[in-house]
């Protein structure tokens, strides 16, 4: 009964005219804010719920009984579900609270006011909390200005530099046309030159063999069918090693993979490398990628079914713990192969790191992944990263495999960075040149010329490859979303690192991370993080990098080894806020590999925290200034003004 | 591209094909079984033993079993059997067949401890004096009759061997023994030089330094057309026939305790928990009991009718009859037989022989949160927050295996969980509570002090060698306590006390997990037969009990650690007859998909109607991930699950409920909510299974035991004997077809609509709720208040909702008490009636109870009650209060549509009585 004279109180004195004006808040009602002081202040006898579904009188307002729906009758006390109540929270945060936590025991609002039955006594902590979350708003203010300011800086510097890429790819595909023209002509050029060649040859060779007449008839006609083939042959020569650089880099990819009917398949792919480089290029990238995808997709459930059909398999053959580890492994998914019989959990996870596995079926994976932190491997991932691309973007990457690289790369530079248009009237003037002092039709073959005319055709399509690699490159780059005001564009290519002794777990594992390397390289397209452990190894590296772990259970020492590509950054999710990568390989006995990184206000681009809260679901947090955003920043400062206001006056009354 | 990726997806599948099955294999089928295979060969009629020396002694009417033909070559090992059949209060009569001590056989057969509880004993009847006589159609054979209760006898059948039990009237029989001569009793005896009598299965070798020493009987049920019973299995609630005419090829109900990875939903195969207890029932509106008190493995045949067609012998024909066929590999006959005639009668005399249910603590009856695992206290943090943040209510956070440090039961993982006690601290102020994982196999790790101690001790299950049993389990090595010792149990219990289990709090109670026992590596994923227990006893003859035993300890020790005051919350998953006294289970590691969701309702009825009350299923389905759908779904059928926990492999998405979005979080939290709302009328019915054993959540034919309709009715069930509600087994239904049993209408839940009892109702369905319903003519107590848990509606007023009758009617009662300490036995409660009749709703006390509470009715409402009256009467203190149109629930839109009488404002503790004017 006591609650019902509390109620009562509360009732006759907010209804007082004197107390009702919204200033002298002391006396507003129980759990009402500001806003709706005045819907309650009605003349009349009843009110009206705020839905419209009923009228209550004022002797059932907050009289513990629920008369609305949605709960306007009560926002004082817990008798309507989905009433709402407010606590003033003077020197802090105001805050509505679950009619559920009304008098039910437990202090929610820092002024206490939220338990009034008398069961138990909250002590008002809102001067020292709200000291605490003005202090921390101010500094998040502080953060927030000046990483706006940065982002500003960024946005800038990503406008000038897309501004300045567009122009350099128009200008370039003006280049590319003439520079096809032209290495077109010097291969008919040289192609006459060659047909020259070839008669003066054989003619030669004619005289040296007119003794032979007996058989010549005969010889005669399968000569001439030779010729053909010969001629093919010297081509296909010429044209591997004029596509040298695309050729080593296929050669890794492929060494990479260890299958050398890949190789085959590359050198055949490059025979039909006359006309350009670019289809080639693609056929063998998207092969390679087959291949490589294959290699780390498709073991992971074929490891899978073998251990299945062990376990299915009559149990005779095998070691009694062997059967122990094969049953757990249903429930935990987790492979059983590799187990030391050792006891002691650390020592024989330690020995049991990755590394046999990595020798075993993932060798691709390992010499990306092995112990390289450093900077060499960003080479290494390039090539996987170059997979991907041709596997999401095969329309327009066509011959990016040749070399990928950061924008100031350094063997671009010659026929990018430092291009300017003389370079082209040089090539054009040379190979006038060239052809006036090259008389075609002249015989004998002046053999010098035909060298010239032979390199500069190489030269010019080398060219003609470098720049059509340096346009698709740069149409790769702009096609990107680098957010709505191009913020995300600093990103590109570059590559930031961090490192954590933050101890972060897995939902499985008792492993502690020993440290945590953190490497990313946005929209450029990995974001990679190495997990060290001592049980533990994992490498979660985004856009075609792998993910990789042991996992060794507790004292099971079941380890698991599992190479997941994690194949698309799909999209910003959350208005820029969050990277959403999945379709990553699947887990066994779990969902495809996926990862969401938050993108959080900060000064420094860097990872700030990674976990993996579900199964191969992994979520990071990137720190960046990228989106400290100047609204974001009003809203703070109104949010410090509005606490600033509360704060003088509460703490007097304290 | 495509086609590599249709290729991928197809190895996806054809792995997870292997990976998503059972492993039958790996299981020992009847025909691999030899005792079980040999059993099911026998014919009708090859038992000839006959009862000889039958007299009274000692209270009891024993005799010898002999053969008929004592010079048969077949026979001649056969020495006399000891019969003796005792009765009891309340229509139990007791049958026990053993090995004659006098004899001096080989071993003492195996008799299962500590599950008769000692009460029982004190219902004896002594019996002074048995009659004899010669039954019609037995051709001259004599019938020895003694008095078992009010109306019915214990009959022995002389020649050949055949006990009953029959009403009194008319002579008919209820339950009977041996009447088809399948009985068979493999004596235990001296191996011959030529024997082998190993076995081996899969790699296994069973040693079996004993021989065969199996049991096999028919047990007749009359005036049935159903039986149930005998958990635990994933099949339908009333047991298909598994031989006989129709039954193409069946394996017999197993009951063998094991763990089975990703069990079958439909399969009368063996899984985690063992009772050898049967309940018949019939047209007549009867129903009859049989327990078996045996823990070796059992497998029972139901028998299709015709299935003794040819040569059989004849047997009364005039009554409906099911026949079932017990087979044992080991113990002794030690046998129930419970004469019902109702089946809440046959319950209670089933818990009188074995225990009644514990008392749960209310904080264990709300919702409980699970997942293997939640990783770290932040993980633990972050899950509790957002509880509060999605304003959704629950009870217990739980902790897996991975809690631990490496597996070492009692200990913590130092980094993730490395402040135990303040975790479960902060949890305990906002009123919940945490389970930790405590698993019976101990790691075999020299520094850790519980392996170290028990080891030295020589407290592990032993080998057939001698040496400590040394099996595969979760930390790798481990090795077992042998919890048949009740020393060892007492060691056990110790380990519970907050000295002992560094970083426990009075907040932390227990889930014990793979106490089949599981072990990996061993024969059928569990302990080898041959094992040895306490006194020589093999693990064969009491496997099924032993995770029982463990149950037990652990409980005890939560007992001990509260000085006695506290009541025990212990999950387990194996269980045996009598595991109701110890606490909880559930049925273990189901699948994420419609079938497993549908089977849970059987399977918690039978565990219901077989003593094992508090039990539930894992919401959501432990491995795999369910559709947003299902998994609505299934908390809107897990609210009513009489023990309502959310659990998910590890290897599955997170599902708390709040990560489906904004329309499936609050589906999910007005299920929850539902049951919180529901927590006065579930904390009754507990209270009531609590006193006699009549189970939370009930077949319809419990309460409506002449409707036939109703007894083969398992998507529907009872909860207490006002609810009737139906799960939801489909994708996007749109209908569903719910039988409402009985004469009186029905309320919908949400509604309030009324319907027709008697008939199948095809009703729309929506995604909304599951179809629900209170019955005509009973009240049900809520509290409406929403919390964050149940500790928080203490003070919270009650709401009371009265369905009236056709004759404007209706009863029901509220029990009340502290919630969680024994004070309740010394009277320390709330127990009142209120009944509505004449337009005047009255509480009046049951009992005699002294418990205070500050807790008011705030509404009354009143489902088919003409409208018309605007004002109430309230005695004493004659005070007015207004009558109006309300909802019928809160929390969500829901239209004025009940006559409520508003704020009576009366103590639930205090007599009372409410007059509509």
């Not at chain 2, 002694?57 to 059997?81: C, E, M, R, V, Y």
Request: charged fraction near 30%.
């Amino acid at each position: 009964m006591r609650v019902y004279s509390i109620f009562i109180l509360f009732f006759i004195a907010s209804f007082l005219p004197s107390s009702s004006s919204s200033s002298s808040s002391k006396h507003h009602f129980l759990g009402i804010s500001p806003q709706d002081e005045n819907y309650y202040k009605s003349s009349s006898d009843t009110i009206s719920c705020k839905d419209g579904s009923k009228k209550f009188s004022k002797s059932q307002f907050n009289d513990d009984f629920c008369d609305c729906l949605d709960g306007t009758d009560e926002p004082g006390t817990s008798a309507c579900p989905t009433a709402k109540f407010y606590c003033k929270n003077a020197g802090h945060i105001p805050q509505f609270l679950f009619s559920s936590r009304v008098n039910d025991g437990i202090c929610d609002c820092c002024d206490g006011s939220d338990e009034y039955d008398g069961q138990v006594k909250c002590p008002n902590t809102c001067w020292e909390a709200g000291k605490v979350a003005r202090d921390r708003l101010i500094k998040k203010i502080a953060t927030y200005k000046e990483g706006a300011a940065l982002r500003k800086l960024e946005v800038e510097k990503a406008k000038v530099a897309i501004a300045k890429e567009e122009a350099e790819l128009t200008l370039l595909k003006n280049e590319e046309k003439v520079l096809k023209v032209r290495v077109r002509e010097l291969k008919e050029h040289k192609e006459l030159i060659e047909k020259e060649e070839e008669k003066v040859r054989l003619q030669k060779e004619m005289e040296e063999k007119g003794k032979r007449e007996a058989e010549e008839d005969l010889k005669e006609k399968r000569k001439a069918d030779k010729e053909g083939e010969v001629e093919h042959e010297k081509v296909e020569e010429e044209a591997s090693t004029e596509n040298q650089p695309t050729e080593s880099t296929h050669d890794d990819i492929i060494g990479n993979v260890e299958d050398s009917s890949s190789k085959e398949v590359s050198l055949h792919a490059s025979e039909n490398t006359h006309e350009s480089a670019s289809p080639t290029t693609e056929d063998v990238s998207s092969v390679a990628t087959e291949i490589a995808d294959d290699a780390g997709s498709k073991m992971s459930p074929d490891v899978d079914k073998k251990e299945n059909e062990v376990s299915s398999d009559v149990s005779e053959g095998m070691s009694r713990e062997e059967l122990g580890r094969i049953v757990a492994s249903r429930w935990t998914g987790e492979s059983t192969k590799n187990q030391g019989g050792n006891k002691d959990h650390a020592d024989d996870s330690h020995e049991e790191t990755p590394k046999n596995t990595h020798d075993e079926q993932y060798d691709h994976h390992a010499t990306d992944t092995g112990v390289d932190t450093g900077k060499d491997d960003n080479e290494k991932y390039d090539y996987e990263i170059d997979d991907e691309q041709d596997e999401s973007y095969e329309e327009e990457s066509h011959d990016d495999m040749s070399s990928y690289n950061y924008d100031d790369e350094p063997d671009l530079s010659d026929t990018t960075s430092s291009y300017n248009s003389s370079w082209l009237e040089k090539i054009q003037q040379k190979a006038r040149n060239i052809l006036k002092a090259f008389n075609l039709f002249q015989t004998p073959v002046n053999l010098t010329e035909a060298a010239t005319v032979r390199k500069e055709y190489v030269d010019s399509s080398t060219k003609l490859s470098k720049i059509q690699s340096r346009i698709s490159k740069l149409k790769e780059k702009l096609k990107h979303d680098f957010g709505p005001e191009k913020e995300f564009y600093v990103f590109h290519g570059h590559c930031f690192e961090t490192n954590q002794n933050k101890l972060r777990t897995s939902h499985c594992n008792s492993f502690v991370l020993l440290s945590l390397a953190l490497k990313y390289r946005l929209r450029n397209i990995s974001i990679c993080f190495a997990f060290n452990n001592l049980d533990f190894w994992l490498q979660v590296c985004l856009q075609s990098v792998s993910v990789q772990t042991s996992f060794s259970r507790g004292g099971l020492h079941i380890n698991q080894f599992g190479v997941g590509v994690l194949q698309n950054w799909d999209k910003f999710e959350e208005s820029y806020r969050m990277m959403v990568f999945s379709n990553g390989e699947n887990c066994w006995n779990g969902p495809d590999r996926s990862m969401k990184v938050k993108l959080r206000c900060g000064l420094k681009n860097e990872i700030t925290d990674v976990d993996e809260p579900s199964r191969c679901e992994y979520v990071a947090v990137l720190s960046t200034p990228a989106v400290c955003l100047e609204d974001k920043l009003k809203e703070l400062q109104h949010k410090l003004d509005l606490m600033n206001k509360e704060q003088p006056r509460e703490h007097d009354e304290l | 591209m495509k086609m590599k990726q249709v290729a991928f997806l197809f190895l996806i599948f054809l792995a997870s094909q292997t990976v998503h099955s059972w492993k039958k294999d790996e299981f020992r089928a009847c025909d691999q079984t030899p005792f079980c295979k040999r059993a099911r060969f026998r014919k009708p009629g090859a038992c000839t033993l006959i009862a000889h020396d039958v007299s009274i002694s000692d209270g009891d009417l024993t005799a010898k079993l002999i053969p008929k033909a004592p010079h048969d070559q077949d026979q001649d090992q056969i020495k006399p059997l000891t019969l003796s059949v005792s009765v009891y209060q309340n229509g139990i009569m007791r049958l026990k067949i053993d090995e004659d001590p006098s004899l001096d056989p080989p071993k003492k057969r195996f008799q299962v401890a500590d599950v008769v509880i000692s009460e029982f004993e004190t219902k004896k009847l002594w019996l002074q004096s048995a009659s004899t006589e010669k039954i019609n159609g037995d051709d001259g054979g004599l019938s020895s009759v003694v008095y078992l209760s009010d109306g019915y006898e214990a009959v022995l059948r002389h020649d050949p061997f055949e006990v009953y039990v029959r009403e009194k009237a008319g002579n008919r029989r209820v339950v009977s023994l041996n009447s088809h001569g399948l009985f068979d009793f493999e004596q235990l005896r001296v191996k011959k030089e030529d024997e082998d009598w190993e076995e081996r299965f899969r790699g296994h070798t069973d040693t079996r330094p004993y021989g065969p020493q199996s049991i096999s009987f028919d047990v007749s049920f009359y005036g049935s057309d159903f039986v149930y019973g005998i958990p635990e299995h994933a099949t339908s609630f009333a047991l298909k026939p598994t031989r006989g005419p129709g039954v193409e090829e069946s394996e017999p109900y197993r009951l063998f305790n094991l763990d089975v990875f990703e069990y079958l939903h439909e399969s009368p195969f063996g899984i985690y928990g063992s009772i050898p207890f049967m309940v018949s029932h019939g047209k007549s509106g009867q129903s009859s009991g049989f327990f078996w008190l045996n823990a070796a493995e059992m497998q029972i045949d139901v028998l299709a009718k015709g299935w003794d067609a040819e040569g059989g012998i004849l047997m009364p024909t005039e009554q409906s009859r099911i026949d079932t066929f017990w087979m044992s590999e080991a113990g002794i006959v030690d046998t129930f037989f419970f004469v019902g005639p109702g089946p809440k009668d046959v319950v209670k005399q089933y818990v009188s022989v074995t225990g009644l249910p514990a008392m749960p603590q209310l904080f264990s009856t709300g919702y409980h949160q699970c997942r293997w695992n939640y990783r770290d206290e932040e993980d633990v943090e972050n899950v509790d927050s957002k509880f509060d943040e999605h304003d959704i209510p629950y009870d217990v956070l739980w902790l897996d295996i991975e809690h631990t440090d490496g597996k070492r039961y009692f200990t913590w993982d130092k980094m993730l969980f490395p402040h135990p006690e303040e975790m479960q601290r902060k949890l305990a102020a906002k009123g919940r509570h945490m389970v930790t994982i405590v698993d019976p196999h101990i790691k075999r790790d020299e520094s850790f002090h519980l392996h170290k101690d028990a080891s030295q001790r020589g407290y592990y299950v032993k080998d057939a060698t001698g040496k400590d049993y040394d099996g595969w389990c979760w930390p790798g090595s481990s090795s077992y306590p042998d919890m048949l010792n009740p020393e060892i149990r007492s060691w056990w219990a110790e380990k519970f006390s907050y000295d002992n289990y560094v970083g426990s709090t009075p907040s932390l109670y227990i889930w014990n997990d793979m106490n089949e026992p599981s072990v990996f590596n061993g024969p059928e994923v569990t302990m080898p037969r041959d094992a040895l227990h306490l006194g020589g006893v093999e693990h064969r003859e009491l496997h099924n009990a032993y995770g029982y035993y463990f149950h037990m300890a652990t409980a005890e020790g939560l007992l001990k650690r509260g000085d006695g005051k506290d009541r025990p919350f212990v999950l387990s998953r194996a269980f045996f007859a009598g595991s109701q006294r110890y606490g909880a289970v559930w049925t273990g590691d189901n699948s994420a998909d419609w079938d497993h969701l549908r089977v849970s309702v059987p399977m918690v009825l039978t565990l219901g109607l077989t003593g094992m009350t508090f039990s539930g299923a894992d919401v959501g389905g432990f491995f795999g991930n369910p559709e947003p759908e299902l998994l609505v779904r299934w908390y809107q059928l897990g609210a009513y699950y009489p023990f309502f926990r959310g659990h998910a492999h590890h290897d599955t998405k997170r599902r708390e409920p709040w990560l489906f979005g904004e329309r499936n979080t609050a589906l999910m939290r007005d299920a929850i909510r539902i049951r919180y709302t529901l927590l006065p009328y579930f904390y009754t019915l507990f209270r009531e299974a609590n006193v006699s054993g009549v189970p939370v959540v009930r077949p319809l034919w419990m309460e409506f035991p002449s409707d036939e309709v109703a007894f083969i009715n398992d998507e529907a069930f009872m909860v207490g004997n006002s609810l009737l509600v139906q799960g939801i087994y489909t994708a996007r239904a749109k209908h569903a077809s719910v039988y409402l049993p009985g004469k009186e209408s029905w309320y919908d839940l949400r509604t309030g609509t009324a319907y027709k009892g008697g008939k199948v109702h095809k009703l729309e369905v929506s995604e909304e709720s599951i179809p629900a319903f209170q019955r005509a003519g009973t009240i049900v107590p809520r509290k409406d208040r929403f919390r964050r848990s149940s500790t928080q509606m203490l003070h919270d007023p009650y709401t009371l909702v009265i369905a009236l009758n056709s004759s404007q009617a209706a009863e029901g009662e509220l029990y009340v008490d502290d919630g969680k300490s024994y004070d309740f036995k010394h009277g320390a409660y709330i127990h009142r009636r209120f009944v509505f009749s004449n337009g005047h709703l009255t509480s009046s006390p049951v009992g005699n109870s002294r418990f205070s509470s500050d807790c008011i009715i705030e509404r009354v409402i009143l489902l088919g009650y003409t409208p018309g009256a605007k004002t109430a009467l309230v005695e004493p203190g004659n005070q007015k209060t207004e009558i109006e149109l309300g909802p019928l629930r809160f929390g969500g839109q829901h239209a004025a549509v009940a006559v409520t009488i508003r704020k009576p404002g009366v103590r639930v503790a205090e007599d009372w009585k409410i007059k509509i004017l």
